[in-house]
Nanobody, 118 residues
Framework: VQLQASGGGVVQAGGSLRLSCAAS????????MGWYRQGLGKPRELVAA???????DYADSVKGRFTISRENAKNTVYLQMNSLKPDDTAVYYC?????????????WGQGTQVTVSS
């Protein structure tokens, strides 16, 4: 199973970006999916997460600006980021809890850079 993230880039403050992350492979089921980020010299932090049933949760710093969603049929999670701020600059990683038979394991995407200029 692999997670492939895309959609990062450079944007001015106040702008928007949409990240996507798709899980590929065979014989698996996806439980919760989420997005984390890691700024330079900072620890990795949870940005948003969503259950397989569509219940979402957000870090306080992004509430009202970011929206997480998913398409279960495509094993894909999205992060719509609006009103971006320079503090949102980071490498964004997608994460998914994958179930293969009865084994659950956390998988990570490769990271995509988001840079917000002031």
């Amino acid at each position: 199973v692999q997670l492939q993230a895309s959609g990062g880039g450079v944007v001015q403050a106040g702008g928007s970006l949409r990240l996507s992350c798709a899980a590929s492979g065979s014989g698996f089921r996806v439980n919760a999916m989420g997005w984390y980020r890691q700024g330079l010299g900072k620890p990795r932090e949870l940005v948003a997460a969503i259950t397989s049933g569509g219940v979402a949760d957000y870090a306080d710093s992004v509430k009202g600006r970011f929206t997480i969603s998913r398409e279960n049929a495509k094993n894909t999670v999205y992060l719509q980021m609006n009103s971006l701020k320079p503090d949102d600059t980071a490498v964004y990683y997608c994460n998914a809890e994958i179930v293969i038979f009865t084994t659950r394991r956390s998988y990570w995407g490769q990271g995509t850079q988001v840079t917000v200029s002031s």
